[in-house]
Nanobody
Framework: QVQLVESGGGLVQAGGSLRLSCAASGRTVSSYAMGWFRQAPEKEREFVAAISWSGLSTYYADSAKGRFTISRDNPKNTVYLQMNSLKPEDTAVYYC?????????????????WGQGTQVTVSS
């Protein structure tokens, strides 16, 4: 079993930056792909970014490309999401997810484990 805990969310002005962290416990996730998803009020949860188990491959939603960077530190069992140039439309609860997958990293049902989420609010 894997437990995921997100942190780093908060309130930031448009154009600002936040760094989200996701700490895993229970078992190592070094062999798991890790993803970040988000859910805005009254909207479905959507893919933001993902990283392969090795860290060599990363994937981004079009809305995140050029602004967000996903990375991982396997010895620390932690994955990060650096978010720059934030926009009000980035406001959402951000969820970390882990899964033993090597493809379809943007596919939400492919992930087995989910965190509780961290709120990100971007003011205009």
């Amino acid at each position: 079993q894997v437990q995921l805990v997100e942190s780093g969310g908060g309130l930031v002005q448009a154009g600002g930056s936040l760094r989200l962290s996701c700490a895993a416990s229970g078992r190592t996730v070094s062999s798991y792909a890790m993803g970040w998803f988000r859910q805005a009020p009254e909207k479905e949860r959507e893919f933001v970014a993902a990283i392969s188990w090795s860290g060599l491959s990363t994937y981004y939603a079009d809305s995140a490309k050029g602004r967000f960077t996903i990375s991982r530190d396997n010895p620390k069992n932690t994955v990060y999401l650096q978010m720059n140039s934030l926009k009000p439309e980035d406001t959402a609860v951000y969820y970390c997810a882990a899964g033993p997958i090597v493809d379809k990293l943007g596919y939400l049902p492919a992930y087995d484990y989910w965190g509780q989420g961290t709120q990100v609010t971007v003011s205009s």
